[in-house]
């Protein structure tokens, strides 16, 4: 319900603020016209954004007698969500971790590397893609591509105004161009909380699907580690895919302190009965970690495995 709460909240914030711009700002006509220069350059970002991710992440389609495991798994989970099976690939990204794309048009894709699959158990890995298949179901990837037509309408109105040389309003034009710099700022804060909203949505779905919370927190748990072994300059190559993951992979080396936390007997993975005790108790996340939380499309992993602690029994 809390999930439901801050998406309105967020979606209620994002109105306000067209509102203002169209009363305090902006004419109606203007904005309309930022509003479809937004809207298109975004729509042809989501069309062509299978492709580019295709080619960026090589990810090769596997076929049922290549992975029969993975399509099994894939397609039951696909059943359990009532959707179409989404397509099936491997990316040769040297990286432990899973995604997933698509729209209308290409229809869904999920993704893995080879490193998760040698990384995670059988369950572990079905909670993985019963999140992946979750995000595809919830149709996150037009969520935020709508999200994002605010602080491009933002920026539109920046670049247009703030370096504006014509006459006597030279001066106005130039005030309105720094505010519509700061709340393009903002408003792409505000599209990050939502990714991040969406990321707890995906790992509720994972759960509805029948997965337990405990195997998608050890997954979680065990991409951390395997994402902090990973060299930096591989790490620095995923910088502009990171929302793609199914953590923040630039984030581990500071996450893994924290998860120590919650694997108290440190066997390496997160029990059920690891997960109540976590349920019972306050997290505390370090001020660092909070403003590293607030500039990513992920939310903190300690906060993700507190909120899985409460989807079991």
Known sequence: MWLQIRMYLLLGVMFAIIYAIIVFVLPPQSFIVYGIMASIMLLIQYLAGPYLVKWSMGIRYVSESEAPALHKMVDELSRSANMKKPKVGVSSKPIPNAFAYGNFLTGGHVCVTQQI????????????????????KNRDMAVITALSVVPTIMWYIAWSTMWSRSGRDRGNQAAIGLAAFILYFLTNLLVLYGSRIREYYADLGSVKLGNQPHHLATALYKLVYGSARIPHDSLKQMEGYKAFFLNDPSRAMHEINDLKMV???????????????????????STSDKLMELLSTHPNMLKRIKHLSTLGP
Request: glycine share 4%.
């Open 263 to 285: 694997d108290s007997d440190m066997s390496g993975t997160i029990d059920q009965n690891e997960l109540i005790v976590i349920r019972t108790k306050k997290v505390k996340v």
């Open 117 to 136: 699959m040698s990384l995670l158990s059988k369950e572990e890995l079905r909670a993985v893609m019963g999140h992946e298949i979750s995000h595809i």
